[in-house]
C-alpha cells in the first residue's frame, strides 16, 4: 500500500494526506450512493402512491447531501474543529441564499403568535381574494372568491400564499373584530318618478334581508370593535340619495352576512324589480336622449343626456 501511495505521489504529486482525504471521500460518496438506493428501494416496496414516492425520494435526497457534506468537510478541513468555522460562514451563506424560506417561517411565527389572520377568515392579500383553509410553515392556503366570478363566490381555485408576504404586503381581513360586511345597492330612476315612494319601498326590502343582531350580540359587537377602534352608531339599513346626471340614485345600505353578499343581493333585487313595476309612478332610469322644441321654433334641440 505505501509503494503505491510512493508511486502515485511521484507521478501525479499527490500527497498521502491527499491521497487518503480522496479515498475516504469516494468511500463515503459511494456508501451514501447505496445508502439511498436502498432506503429508495424498501419505499418503493411499502408505498405505491407515486406522490409520497416522490417525497421520499426528495427527503431521502436532501438528508443524503447533508451527511454527505458533514463527513466531507470532516475528511478534508482536519475533523470537528476546523468544521465549526466553516458551518459558521456556511450558515452565514445560507441566510443570504435562503432569505425567502427564512422570511417564511418568520410570517409562520408571526401568525401563529399574534394571529393577524386564522383559519376560516376571509382575507385579501396581494389582489387575492378568499377564505383561509390551512397556514404551514412556508406558506397558508385561500380558498380562492371573486376574480372573475361576482359577489364574492368561490372560483374553484386554492391560492398558496407565501408566509413571508405578511411583512410586505398590505391585508385586509374581512372577519377580524367585525364579523359581517356592509353592502351597498345603486337604483336609479327617473326624475318623474315619485321618489319618496321609491325609498319607502326600498327601506322595507332592506329591513327584511339585512342581517338582524339581538341585543346581545349587538353590545358583544361593539365591544369588539371599540377594541379596535372601529365605531357604528347602529347597524340597521340606510339608504342616501343623489341626483345624477340622467337620473335619482337611491343607495341602498345594509348589513350582509360574508357569505351570503351575492344570494341577499338576489333576493333584494327580485323584490326591488316586483314592488317597481307594480307602482305606476316608479321607473328606472337609464342613459337615454330627449328631444324638444322651443315655442315658437321649428328646429329641434336635443337636450343633455
Not at 436502498?38 to 402512491?49: G, M, P, V, W, Y
Not at 389572520?117 to 404551514?136: C, F, N, P, Q, S
Request: net charge neutral; glycine share 6%.
Amino acid at each position: 500500500m505505501r509503494k503505491i501511495e510512493h508511486w502515485v505521489e511521484e507521478v501525479l504529486g499527490l500527497q498521502t494526506e491527499t491521497q487518503e482525504n480522496i479515498f475516504l471521500s469516494v468511500v463515503v460518496l459511494l456508501g451514501l450512493w447505496l445508502l439511498s438506493r436502498l432506503l429508495l428501494k424498501i419505499a418503493s416496496r411499502r408505498e405505491t402512491d407515486s406522490r409520497k414516492l416522490y417525497r421520499w425520494r426528495k427527503t431521502t435526497n436532501y438528508i443524503v447531501t447533508g451527511l454527505g457534506i458533514v463527513l466531507l468537510v470532516n475528511i478534508w478541513f482536519n475533523g470537528f474543529q476546523s468544521i465549526a468555522t466553516f458551518l459558521g460562514l456556511l450558515s452565514a451563506g445560507l441566510v443570504l441564499a435562503l432569505k425567502e424560506p427564512i422570511m417564511n417561517m418568520a410570517g409562520w411565527a408571526f401568525l401563529i403568535w399574534k394571529r393577524p389572520l386564522r383559519i376560516g377568515d376571509r382575507i385579501e392579500i396581494d389582489g387575492y381574494k378568499g377564505d383561509v383553509i390551512d397556514i404551514r410553515l412556508f406558506q397558508f392556503t385561500l380558498n380562492e372568491i371573486h376574480n372573475w366570478v361576482n359577489a364574492d363566490q368561490a372560483t374553484g381555485r386554492v391560492v398558496h400564499i407565501p408566509n413571508g408576504q405578511i411583512f410586505t404586503r398590505p391585508q385586509a381581513n374581512y372577519s377580524y373584530g367585525f364579523p359581517f360586511i356592509w353592502n351597498e345597492l345603486h337604483v336609479r330612476i327617473t326624475f318623474e318618478s315619485d321618489w319618496q315612494e321609491a325609498k319607502a319601498i326600498l327601506i322595507e326590502i332592506a329591513n327584511k334581508y339585512s342581517e338582524e343582531l339581538s341585543e346581545d350580540a349587538q353590545l358583544r359587537i361593539k365591544r369588539e370593535t371599540q377594541r379596535h377602534l372601529i365605531f357604528y352608531k347602529d347597524f340597521k339599513p340606510k339608504l342616501y340619495t343623489e341626483v345624477r346626471e340622467f337620473g335619482i340614485e337611491i343607495t341602498v345600505r345594509y348589513l350582509c352576512n360574508l357569505s351570503r353578499r351575492r344570494e341577499s343581493e338576489n333576493l333584494i333585487w327580485e323584490d326591488i324589480l316586483t314592488n317597481f313595476i307594480a307602482s305606476p309612478d316608479i321607473q328606472f332610469a337609464y342613459p337615454t336622449t330627449r328631444f324638444y322644441q322651443a315655442p315658437g321654433d321649428q328646429t329641434q334641440s336635443t337636450a343633455d343626456k
